[in-house]
């Protein structure tokens, strides 16, 4: 009969050669990961069928056990490559200091609130010159407006295309302003070029991964809104792949998300503001006129938005907004506007020394 102690010795010794072959092999797995981005083969997974052949009940599920504690530190080593590689470049591990997009003279992201005001969509020349007149007075140096309009029914007003596009930007330039509009597909890009100061992607194309790449190689700012089903995560990733091409000027915009809640278009996710500006480094603005659909709450979110941190805010005006051929309820007409300017100066001087967040 072999004696109890030099059995004991003996498994001691396996545990011991056990455990260096474990760190041995782990070893192994992290250089295959860091130097070839790639996990083990199966053949790992052969050698255990091989190994469970013939054993009994036990000795099979202690194996299966085994196995599972190997590839569990495969994904682990896996992760750990992943992010100590690289930074997302839309985050703060990436870029400490915030991003600044210059359009007009205006420095989104600086600290100050910049306000991005226009048209639902350009029906007329005059429609736009008797909106852009109005918000040049006030200090407006960003024009929005649609030319090319995404809308939910095929048979609604579909814009203007590229008369639109040339209206906004003869306007525009008539009045100091810059142009914002949307672009919905790669092949209106050479065409808007030479018109547009701020390409928009707007809320259903945000995963239209194509167009943001192709956007992504462009020297022009983007302002990239958030998909109204997209959660913060989704739309960081957005915003990482007009990064990844090389273009940093991306402005992201919060443009309500899809609920239960039928009081209001969308509901204003105001909270992702401040996570936005915590979590990345780019400019972060609020659009209050799609996020509300409603003209009495303008005011209070735009109040809101600042005070989490908004860089800027936009919305929408129209001359005449009962005969707009879009989004004709939620449009503020010029005296509402010039209201709503005031209001919102009052509350800017009022609150000017305060700090939004940190
Ligand atoms: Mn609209």
Not at 56 to 82: C, Y
Not at 206 to 216: A, D, I, P, T, V
Not at 286 to 298: C, E, F, N, Q, W
Request: a negative charge; proline letters at 3%; glycine letters at 6%.
């Amino acid at each position: 009969m072999i004696n109890l102690a030099s059995l004991r010795g003996t498994i001691n010794q396996v545990d011991e050669e056990l455990l260096q072959l474990v760190i041995k092999r782990w070893e192994l797995v992290k250089e295959l990961q860091q130097n070839y981005g790639i996990s083990t083969d199966s053949l790992f997974t052969k050698m255990i069928d091989l190994a469970k052949k013939d054993k009994d009940d036990q000795m099979t599920e202690t194996i299966d056990q085994l196995l599972r504690e190997f590839t569990h530190s495969n994904i682990n080593v896996e992760n750990k490559a992943v992010k100590q590689q690289r930074a997302l470049l839309y985050s703060r591990e990436y870029q400490k200091e915030d991003t600044i997009v210059t359009v007009n003279g205006e420095r989104i992201g600086d600290g100050n609130p910049h306000f991005i005001i226009g048209p639902c969509a350009v029906e007329s020349e005059q429609q736009v010159r008797e909106v852009a007149e109005v918000l040049a007075q006030k200090g407006v140096k960003l024009l929005r407006g649609g030319a090319y309009k995404p809308r939910t029914s095929p048979y609604d007003f579909q814009g203007l295309g590229n008369e639109g596009l040339e209206i906004l930007s003869r306007v525009a330039r008539e009045q100091n302003m810059a142009v914002i509009t949307e672009i919905m597909s790669v092949n209106q890009i050479e065409r808007a070029l030479p018109l547009v100061d701020v390409i928009q992607v707007g809320a259903r194309n945000m995963q239209n991964f194509s167009l943001l790449k192709e956007l992504g190689r462009l020297d022009k700012p983007i302002l990239l809104k958030r998909g109204l089903a997209a959660t913060i995560e989704e739309f960081k990733f957005a915003a990482e792949y007009i990064l990844s091409e090389g273009n940093k000027q991306v402005i992201l915009c919060e443009r309500g998300i899809r609920t239960y809640e039928t009081a209001t278009r969308n509901t204003l996710d105001i909270s992702a503001v401040p996570i936005l500006k915590q979590e990345t480094h780019l400019p972060v603005i609020v659009d209050v006129t799609h996020s509300t659909g409603r003209k009495d709450l303008l005011i209070p979110t735009t109040k809101a938005a600042l005070a989490v941190g908004a860089d800027g805010i936009m919305a929408e005006v129209h001359p005449d907004p009962a005969i707009a051929l879009s989004d004709s309820k939620q449009q503020m007409n010029l005296s509402e506007f010039e209201e709503f300017h005031q209001k919102i100066q009052d509350y800017l001087n009022k609150h000017q020394n305060e700090v939004v967040y940190s």
